[in-house]
């Protein structure tokens, strides 16, 4: 009866290849040209986060410019033709008032005043665009404010005209004038700016 020591050598199993060469007991992956190991976890053995880095948000509205434009030119032709109305039927009344003969001559406009009113609805409208697109940037609730601004414009201008001019018919009609140029640029462009605005 022959007696095996186990502490010998030619008993001991033999190690395998990826396991001898770590002293942890772990495979030594080599590592890649990042720095990451195959198994996943970088050289300082926390795992290398593959999310891209969040980008800023742009201060610019995402408003298709092609369309917001357009819809500011089409505002100003709604709102010259509308103050062209309203003058040209203000001018049929005062010439139907003055044919009566019994209040004498009333015209509380200028002659071809209805052009001029169209053109400076045309006008308005474009700056009211230009406030609005404005306002996108600088402000936290751009329509809130846009409202606030062109209302407050509308009181005034129909309020001006009746404390500035003596004959207070005139002063009236350029009053209503002024706030029927005021009332599209007052609805039509916030509506036609949030429309315009690019969908995702």
């Known amino acids: 009866m022959t007696y095996s020591d186990p502490r010998d050598p030619r008993r ?4 395998t290849r990826a396991y001898s060469a770590d002293p942890g007991g772990y495979p030594n992956y080599p590592p890649t040209q990042s720095g990451q190991t195959q198994s996943g ?11 891209p880095a969040p980008q800023r948000p742009s201060r610019r509205p995402d408003v298709d ?31 139907a008032v003055t044919a009566t003969g019994q209040f004498g001559a009333w015209n509380p406009l200028e002659p071809g005043g209805e052009y001029w009113f ?12 230009a406030l609005w697109y404005l306002l996108q940037l600088v402000t936290p609730t751009p329509d809130s404010f846009y409202r606030w601004i062109v209302g407050l414009l509308i009181i005034a201008a129909f309020v001006v005209p ?3 001019d003596g004959d207070i018919w005139r002063g009236l009609a350029t009053g209503v004038l002024h706030v029927c140029i005021g009332l599209p640029v007052l609805s039509l462009i916030p509506t036609m700016g949030n429309r315009s605005k690019q969908r995702h």
Do not use: E, K
């Not at 976890?41 to 999310?51: A, F, I, V």
């Not at 505002?75 to 005062?94: D, M, S």
């Not at 169209?118 to 665009?129: D, E, H, R």
């Open 12 to 15: 001991q199993s033999p190690s």
């Open 162 to 164: 009746l404390a500035a």
């Open 41 to 51: 976890y970088t050289q300082s053995g926390y795992p290398q986060s593959s999310q």
């Open 118 to 129: 169209a053109l400076a609805g045309f006008i308005t409208a474009l700056v009211g665009g």
């Open 65 to 95: 410019p092609l369309l917001f434009a357009g819809g500011v030119f089409m505002t100003g032709v709604v709102t010259g033709l509308a103050a062209w109305l309203v003058a040209w039927i203000i001018g049929l009344i005062a010439r």
